[in-house]
């Protein structure tokens, strides 16, 4: 069984940083697709960064040199590191996995993050 578990994310003051963790269970992690999205209110899912089965990384323009995204391979865990954040990041936050052939996806079961002041 495929599991996706996030932990994490709360509130924060612009500026501040907060973190996302995503656990995974029932596949390959580290030969697959993962991903972070998110959806502010009123507002369609975004991918806010991907990381490729290679380990390469990429992070939509509005988060880029502020989020970091990380994997470790062993405990079949991916972070999320966010930094100066804004009140436009505030949302559910998903992490997302798949695999090469793209064929299917898995969910985590989302984590708030609200940035006010």
């Known amino acids: 069984q495929v599991q996706l578990v996030e932990s994490g994310g709360g509130s924060a003051q612009p500026g501040g940083s907060l973190q996302l963790s995503c656990t995974v269970s029932?596949?390959?992690?580290?030969?697959?697709?993962m991903s972070w999205y998110r959806q502010a209110p009123g507002k369609e899912r975004e991918l806010v960064a991907r990381?490729?089965?290679?380990?390469?990384?990429n992070y939509a323009d509005s988060v880029k040199g502020r989020f970091t995204s990380s994997r470790d391979v062993d405990k079949k865990t991916a972070v999320l590191q966010m930094n100066n954040l804004k009140p436009d990041d505030t949302g559910i936050y998903y992490c997302h996995s798949m695999p090469p052939e793209r064929d299917r996806a898995y969910w985590g079961q989302g984590a708030q993050v609200t940035v006010s002041s």
């Open positions: 990381t490729r089965p290679n380990g390469t990384t």
């Open positions: 029932g596949l390959p992690f580290g030969s697959w697709y």
